[in-house]
């Protein structure tokens, strides 16, 4: 095995701590999940229906969104109706990161199961105890 030398960071003048305040914020940033924010109580947001409205607008429905985690992945399959009744099969996967005693899904990536539509969603889902949540 072979070892590297330490080599040592030049710190700008103009730091008075050593540059550990640095070192601690880049810190906070690694310890905190991507798409999760330290003030949010995940455990609040409403259950999921079975029928809500997209994110995306125009009056399109989400139908059978029921994500399973599995090792570091969110995923289900849904359908998007359009009010004038038409029906687009999807599915949509995210990054699983736990945190309060379940599991965030978030940075969902969505594709078609018809055509090559994909895309992604800022809608995050929170599973415990076998309940899932949606973000308000």
Do not use: K
């Not at 989400?62 to 004038?84: K, L």
């Amino acid at each position: 095995m072979r070892l590297h030398p330490i080599v040592p960071v030049a710190r700008s003048p103009a730091t008075t701590d050593g540059g550990c305040a640095m070192q601690r914020m880049l810190l906070a940033l690694l310890v905190l999940p991507w798409g999760a924010t330290a003030s949010e109580d995940y455990g609040a947001w409403p259950e999921v229906q079975p029928r809500f409205p997209s994110t995306g607008g125009g009056g399109v429905m989400i139908e059978g969104y029921r994500p399973v985690v599995t090792g570091d992945r969110c995923t289900t399959a849904f359908q998007a109706v359009e009010p004038d009744g038409t029906v687009h099969r999807n599915e949509v996967v995210f990054d699983a990161v736990p945190v309060q005693g379940g599991v965030l899904c978030t940075n969902g990536r969505w594709r078609s199961l018809e055509s090559d539509a994909s895309g992604t969603t800022p809608f995050r889902v929170f599973i415990r105890d076998g309940v899932v949540r949606g973000e308000p």
